[in-house]
């Protein structure tokens, strides 16, 4: 396969990919430039004076703009609790109570320094609203408690917690809760909206649940190459499952705010075992430490140059005539820039928890111009929150025998767990009626047509198709920024706009030639696997 990759045509793909990244980077870099030069309205709070060659950044999407300029706080923050981590791993033994030497273990001392620091973090964060939080999270480990090995474990944490997070959301956080108990001096929120982060600290406690509850119910253990994988299969000793440990597992700080989700069993193994585990070697982590600076680096030069989010955020396509070409850049910018923000914001929670010898799964796992299915997109994008979802609900609900099924079910929990709006069932909707037709000819493919997979045709059909699937994919997750209406409208523009006969065209060609490369990527991956194998097994 390699040696197609050197081919002629291959060259010929490499030619037609180089040559839409260089047409995309021209057309948007002079779209900016005419919006900064013909419309002075757009300087404003979104779009300001930068720091890269006298020109201004696009700021407009405020996750951004909050990230970078808490960024220096927070990596001082975070350094200073891996010091400390650090200091305490290293010395745990000499804090150990002296007369209660026999029953403690050293990685007990790190679990009251996890829950110490928690503590002091999230009331740093959310203010009195702590309260709220660790009473959920108690109430959530009482139910554990109580329901035990009985059925009624995973139904009523699951009931509690989608009840949590909707009327959290609903009533603004449970704001004047403590005004209206006469107690409201304890009326100070922090920093962030406890609420807002909810949504990660429920996935924990789900996990946290029936995690346990499968262990009390010696359920199958499944055998996985990996020994991470394998350890969040694996069921811990029950003194393990204790609130401190349960605690310090949901109120993690590296991982606390936005990931990446790991289960409970993988996280305290990694505190209990983790001389049984390979070293994370420090090549490994100065090569974290170099991609998050790269990363953050890149796309803030990235953003002095293209403005096509504050385009896309602002709505600006509906009142502004752009070409069908300048449409179409502007919908490939945006995904890629809330690629990169997620994947710089992922990176670096990852890697404080690497440097404190905790090794949660990566997100983002394949760069999102490197996929052309729904399915792999998925399992690559969010990834972590992909293995939480077939572990704790595509599995329980009946697995691949109810795959066209659980696919809405999932979605559209993952749509409303993400907001509570329109737009977001918009999103859980297109992919779900998307992923079930990919679903659907994939099966009819295995079960009637395996057959063409032998023809030398049958990687360019797959390149046909994948154009589709690509466009499909980003048409889904645009619905998340304009909804259903405005979707439907975004299309509309682009099909009247001028040029559009010409730039669908283009943009066929150019998906298409990429797709090839894909696919040829993914046969080089699987004969590089299959080498290992063997040679594992000699």
């Known amino acids: 396969m390699k040696g197609r990759l050197c081919s002629l045509e291959f060259f010929l793909y490499y030619s037609i990919s180089l040559l839409g990244y260089a047409i995309i980077t021209y057309i948007c870099v002079t779209q900016s430039q005419d919006a900064l030069n013909y419309d002075p309205n757009i300087i404003s709070h979104r779009i300001v004076p930068g720091w890269f060659l006298d020109r201004h950044i696009d700021l407009s999407d405020d996750q951004w703009k909050t990230w970078r300029s808490n960024f220096p706080f927070l990596a001082l923050v975070m350094a200073a609790f891996i010091i400390l981590s650090q200091f305490v791993k290293m010395n745990a033994n000499l804090m150990l109570p002296s007369h209660q030497k026999s029953s403690w273990r050293k990685e007990d001392v790190t679990i009251i320094f996890y829950n110490l620091i928690s503590v002091i973090a999230v009331f740093y964060m959310h203010g009195w609203d702590v309260i709220f939080l660790y009473v959920i999270a108690t109430v959530n480990f009482l139910i ?7 059925k009624l474990n995973p139904i009523i944490s699951w009931i509690f917690n989608l009840s949590v997070l909707f009327t959290a959301d609903k009533f603004n956080g449970y704001r004047g809760t403590f005004e209206y108990l006469g107690i409201p001096t304890l009326e100070s929120h922090g920093i962030l909206r406890w609420n807002i982060y909810f949504k990660i600290t429920m996935l ?3 996990a946290f649940n029936l995690d346990y509850y499968w262990m009390l119910n010696n359920r199958p253990v499944f055998n996985l190459k990996s020994k991470l994988n394998q350890l969040a299969e694996q069921h811990q000793s029950r003194d393990l499952y204790n609130i401190w440990n349960y605690f310090a597992y949901v109120f ?5 705010i936005a990931g990446p989700v790991m289960n409970f069993n993988s996280f305290i193994s990694q505190i209990y075992e983790r001389s049984q585990l390979p070293e ?6 100065l090569k974290g430490v170099f991609q998050v600076v790269t990363y953050t680096l890149g796309l803030e030069i990235f953003l002095h140059f293209f403005y096509q989010y504050s385009f896309s955020e602002n709505s600006t396509w509906k009142f502004r005539e752009f070409s069908a ?3 179409c850049c502007m919908a490939y910018v945006t995904l890629n820039f809330m690629y990169l923000k997620f994947l710089i914001i992922w990176r670096f929670f990852r890697l404080i928890s690497i440097l404190d010898d905790v090794e949660p799964p990566e997100n983002m796992i394949r760069c999102v111009n490197n996929n052309f299915t729904f399915s792999g997109f998925w399992r690559s994008w969010h ?3 992909n293995k939480w979802i077939v572990r704790y609900v595509f599995v329980p609900l009946g697995g691949s025998k109810m795959k066209a099924v659980n696919v809405w079910v999932i979605f559209i929990f993952i749509g409303l767990w993400h907001d509570l709006q329109v737009r977001w069932l918009a999103w859980a909707i297109l992919n779900c009626v998307f992923f079930v037709g990919e679903i659907s000819v994939t099966q009819f493919y295995k079960a009637k047509m395996s057959w063409l997979s032998q023809k030398w045709w049958f990687r360019h059909v797959v390149g046909i198709v994948g154009v589709f699937d690509i466009s499909m994919l980003m048409l889904a997750n645009l619905a998340i920024l304009y909804g259903w209406s405005g979707s439907y409208l975004f299309i509309s523009t682009v099909l009247a706009s001028e040029g559009a006969a010409r730039t669908i065209i283009f943009a066929f060609i150019w998906l298409y030639c990429k797709i090839m490369m894909m696919q040829e990527i993914r046969e080089n991956e699987a004969q590089g696997e299959e080498t290992r194998k063997r040679e594992l097994s000699r």
Do not use: E, G
Request: proline share 4%; charged share 15%; hydrophobic share 45%.
């Open 325 to 327: 070409s300048q449409l």
């Open 252 to 256: 993690y700080l590296p991982l606390f």
């Open 280 to 285: 994370i070697s420090t090549h490994f982590k």
């Open 204 to 206: 924990r406690q789900i």
């Open 383 to 385: 990834a972590s929150l």
């Open 144 to 150: 554990s408690r109580i329901f035990k090995s009985f």
